[in-house]
């Protein structure tokens, strides 16, 4: 069964994702955003990198559109944007798992 190529467009988006992920700071953050809401000091805390730097990682994943964002009185929480991101963040982590346990891949 064949299947479509896709076009330029959602070549792109993927990429632009990919791109967004390939950081190591950004990855553990959209890890932790991937399973609950969290504020910029807790995840600054949680991934030990100061807070300024965690909010432009922040900034460019929500630019990107891979987080999404509410307020809850003063603070901003963020959190994965979808169950599609929440999944590309699993099987990503899930595929880096394989590589470095020497677990057999799953065909």
Request: charged residues 30%; hydrophobic residues 40%; aromatic residues 4%.
């Amino acid at each position: 069964m064949s299947q479509e190529q896709p076009d330029r467009a959602r070549v792109e988006a993927a990429v632009a994702a990919f791109r967004m992920l390939s950081d190591a700071t950004r990855l553990r953050l959209m890890w932790l955003l991937a399973s609950g809401e969290y504020d910029v000091s807790s995840l600054s805390r949680m991934v030990a990198v100061a807070r300024p730097s965690v909010s432009q990682h922040l900034a460019k994943l929500r630019m990107a559109g891979l987080v999404r964002t509410r307020r809850d009185g003063r603070r901003v929480l963020y959190r994965a944007t979808d169950t599609h991101v929440r999944k590309l963040i699993a099987e990503a982590l899930s595929h880096a798992d394989h590589e470095v346990s020497g677990t057999p891949r799953h065909e």
